[in-house]
């Protein structure tokens, strides 16, 4: 009984070769689904020499309980499928180059996902009381990050929040009035 000349149409399909294709099929599945869930573990972020220092200064700061995964990683199956895709790519680049240095892309950071509530959408109330996370600045292409640069992977800022010289670099006129 081989699998292979059947699929190859040299011998005809029986109740033998279904079986086999199903427990393949479901040895697949079942190595997949553990390899996602272990690959989405912090800790396994942290096994990877190029990751580090990034892992090191995560488990400093203030979100040492969020997973890498929560931030690093779009909600829903294809978020999944996109981040073990750079996964894999990556992996392919520490094998084949030894000049890699990941950094992740700041749009690719989810801060939503837990800070949905910081967003203020009546702007002019939030201003008001010099709460600077209004629509307004998410409306003119401006993130988290904008601010918050290396809240969690800079090791001299991941505990702190932007002080005013962070406002200063877009509003200094109107801030020496």
């Not at 553990?34 to 190029?50: D, I, K, L, N, R």
């Not at 969020?66 to 931030?71: A, G, I, K, T």
């Amino acid at each position: 009984m081989n699998l292979m000349t059947v699929l190859r149409g040299k011998e005809k399909l029986t109740g033998r070769h279904v079986v086999l294709f199903g427990i393949i099929l479901l040895f697949f599945l079942i190595f997949t689904g553990w390899s996602v869930a272990y690959t989405s573990q912090s800790q396994f972020c942290g096994t990877c020499h190029e990751m580090e220092p990034m892992y090191q200064t995560w488990q400093t700061s203030t979100h040492r309980n969020v997973d890498c995964e929560d931030c690093h990683t779009k909600p829903g199956v294809s978020g999944v499928v996109n981040a073990k895709a750079k996964g894999l790519k990556e992996l392919y680049l520490h094998v084949t180059s030894s000049n890699i240095a990941p950094k992740a892309d700041e749009r690719d950071v989810n801060c939503y996902n837990c800070h949905q509530d910081k967003v203020k959408l009546n702007t002019g109330k939030a201003l008001a009381a010099k709460e600077p996370h209004t629509v307004k600045h998410f409306d003119n292409g401006m993130n988290c990050i904008t601010c918050h640069s290396g809240v969690v992977h800079n090791s001299k800022m991941n505990n702190t929040v932007p002080g005013r010289d962070t406002c200063a670099r877009c509003h200094l006129d109107t801030m020496q009035k």
